[in-house]
């Protein structure tokens, strides 16, 4: 592993990792200000200004316009390398798999649950591409869904509870003597719907890449950026609302006194919070894309279990997530379809490699 690469992996372990850290910290402090406050959808929407703004100078050229005597320069948007049709399918996905992703933490879904639950995803992926794509998988990668799907069931449904003898009697007869939380349950179902719309992205992106080339940045950037009408048409009014909710209901912090003016200045804890995470989004987004496109995807996926795995750690050790036993085990059979099906995709992508060359 070269340098460069070996620095990217770091890039993305600590943008990642500190993301979902700066997330769940303002998902446990939204008790100050409302359990009703959809924190997840406010956060959406700051990422996806703040990474159009970083990248917007890469996509924007000036201009001279002669009126008469004057000369007037005027910006305006490069050229596309990808038709605006395609982009605008890729915003409508990308939209709904974000916003149902981060609005699920009002259905008390935890973050260990969401992040194991969109592990997954990769067989939601799977499916999708073969379905939309034609592609196909090895024996090892379409095993491993098994394991993933298991895990995945396991972790979700024994979250707070351990799997008993008395639950396989209630699985047989389809009678539930336990009373499972509706809401946590509509929480998984839009993160269900939140994954299927991810993975149609996945597959839809592949079939751009193959058709008009990998524009990564190019997609990026204009997801986000015509992403943004959508969350003001459609919230503008909430989204407003939660953000002086979460401005004014934390603990303000001094950063600056200025003895001549007799002034100090302070911050809002909570908005320091929201900077962290958006800073620290933008370089795991920056390291996952430059990462894609300097190793394969079995380098790539490895990198991006390992991150899932130290999250997780992470949030059960600093924020006192408590797990049972059972939702233990089926993170770590999670994780171990996870590696299965890494090893399928390095193995199938040698036998496709065989098979060109011969």
């Not at 990217?8 to 303002?26: K, N, P, Q, R, Y």
């Not at 005597?69 to 049709?85: A, D, G, N, Q």
């Not at 924020?319 to 993170?331: D, E, P, R």
Request: hydrophobic share 45%; proline share 2%; net charge positive.
């Amino acid at each position: 592993m070269t340098a460069g690469i070996t620095s990217t992996v770091f890039t993305i372990l600590g943008g990642c990792c500190g993301s979902v850290a700066t997330l769940e910290t303002l998902i446990k402090d939204k008790s100050t200000f409302g359990q009703d406050t959809n924190i997840g959808k406010l956060v959406t929407f700051c990422q996806f200004i703040f990474i159009t703004l970083v990248a917007l100078p890469h996509f924007i050229v000036f201009t001279n316009v002669q009126d008469g005597v004057k000369s007037w320069i005027f910006p305006k948007f490069k050229p596309l390398h990808v038709p605006l049709r395609v982009y605008l399918i890729s915003v409508f996905l990308f939209f709904s798999s974000s916003v149902g992703n981060n609005m699920i933490f009002n259905y008390n879904i935890t973050i260990p649950i969401h992040i194991t639950f969109r592990c997954f995803s990769t067989v939601l992926t799977m499916i999708t591409c073969y379905l939309v794509n034609g592609k196909r998988y090895s024996r090892l990668q379409v095993g491993s869904t098994l394991f993933l799907t298991t895990g995945a069931l396991l972790a979700s449904l024994y979250r707070d509870h351990d799997f008993t003898r008395n639950d396989l009697y209630i699985w047989s007869s389809l009678e539930s003597s336990r009373t499972y939380d509706i809401v946590f349950l509509q929480g998984i179902a839009i993160l269900l719907a939140s994954s299927i719309m991810s993975s149609l992205l996945s597959a839809y992106n592949e079939w751009t890449y193959n058709t008009y080339g990998k524009h990564w940045e190019e997609n990026m950037f204009y997801c986000h950026l015509l992403s943004i009408p959508l969350f003001l048409v459609s919230s503008y009014k909430e989204l407003w609302k939660t953000l002086t909710q979460l401005i004014y209901s934390s603990p303000q912090l001094k950063i600056i006194n200025v003895p001549f003016w007799d002034k100090t200045f302070y911050i809002s804890q909570n908005l320091v919070t929201l900077l962290g995470n958006l800073l620290t989004q933008n370089v795991c987004i920056t390291g996952v894309n430059i990462l894609a496109s300097q190793t394969g995807a079995l380098t790539l996926s490895i990198v991006l279990l390992i991150r899932k795995f130290v999250s997780l750690l992470l949030s059960v050790i600093f924020f006192n997530n408590k797990l049972s036993h059972t939702a233990y085990v089926g993170i770590l059979i999670v994780f171990f379809g996870a590696f299965l099906y890494s090893l399928g995709s390095g193995s199938n992508n040698k036998t496709t490699k065989k098979e060109k060359n011969e």
